[in-house]
T-cell receptor
Framework: GAVVSQHPSWVICKSGTSVKIECRSLDFQATTMFWYRQFPKQSLMLMATSNEGSKATYEQGVEKDKFLINHASLTLSTLTVTSAHPEDSSFYIC???????????FGPGTRLLVL | QQQVKQSPQSLIVQKGGISIINCAYENTAFDYFPWYQQFPGKGPALLIAIRPDVSEKKEGRFTISFNKSAKQFSLHIMDSQPGDSATYFCAASAPGGYQKVTFGTGTKLQVIP
């Protein structure tokens, strides 16, 4: 149980284009999902908290117009990197917290490379 | 006050040995302390978690020791195996709000045969 999927696992795009990453909780409902970014050999950096049916809460320093988050249902959240640039290349990981529980379950991550 | 300090940054242990990773926190509002294991190119996976009302929790070869007064907790991996080679993150969260998790800086463990 408690499986979170991400799609795609790998994406390469040209500078200036937008990329959408999906995060799904497969066997549980999650009112809250989280989006992280991880640079090589570093810890996870929380970008934003996504809540079903409401606007996402962004961490300080994260551009909300660049990283658009939509939490359309209790099992799906999407992150869209708009007008991607090479510096946006990173490993993006989502997590989901089951209703009533504290534990976050993580997806397998999406590696984004912007050329 | 939101920091979770983790040490060591890297650790090399002989197969069959005990791996010990330490974490310390400042925020006394933290009440949930999970440990995550991450393999290269993968998302973190929950390993074991503890609450401050318990001083120790064991699951298989993995044990968390918790010292509330010192605001420290540690992960012990008994009989370490090469398959345990991964990066380990301690974490902490406080009740209320969205219960965001604050992560430690990570420990890269290498278990050598």
């Amino acid at each position: 149980g408690a499986v979170v999927s991400q799609h795609p696992s790998w994406v390469i795009c040209k500078s200036g284009t937008s990329v959408k990453i999906e995060c799904r909780s497969l066997d549980f409902q999650a009112t809250t999902m989280f989006w992280y970014r991880q640079f090589p050999k570093q810890s996870l950096m929380l970008m934003a908290t996504s809540n079903e049916g409401s606007k996402a809460t962004y961490e300080q320093g994260v551009e909300k117009d660049k990283f658009l988050i939509n939490h359309a249902s209790l099992t799906l959240s999407t992150l869209t990197v708009t007008s991607a640039h090479p510096e946006d290349s990173s490993f993006y990981i989502c997590s989901a917290r089951p209703l009533g529980l504290e534990t976050q379950y993580f997806g397998p991550g999406t590696r984004l490379l912007v050329l | 006050q939101q920091q979770v300090k983790q040490s060591p940054q890297s650790l090399i242990v002989q197969k069959g040995g005990i791996s010990i990773i330490n974490c310390a926190y400042e925020n006394t509002a933290f009440d949930y302390f999970p440990w995550y294991q991450q393999f290269p190119g993968k998302g973190p996976a929950l390993l074991i978690a503890i609450r401050p009302d318990v001083s120790e929790k064991k699951e298989g070869r993995f044990t968390i020791s918790f010292n509330k007064s010192a605001k420290q907790f540690s992960l012990h991996i008994m009989d370490s195996q090469p398959g345990d080679s991964a990066t380990y993150f301690c974490a902490a969260s406080a009740p209320g709000g969205y219960q965001k998790v604050t992560f430690g800086t990570g420990t890269k463990l290498q278990v050598i045969p």
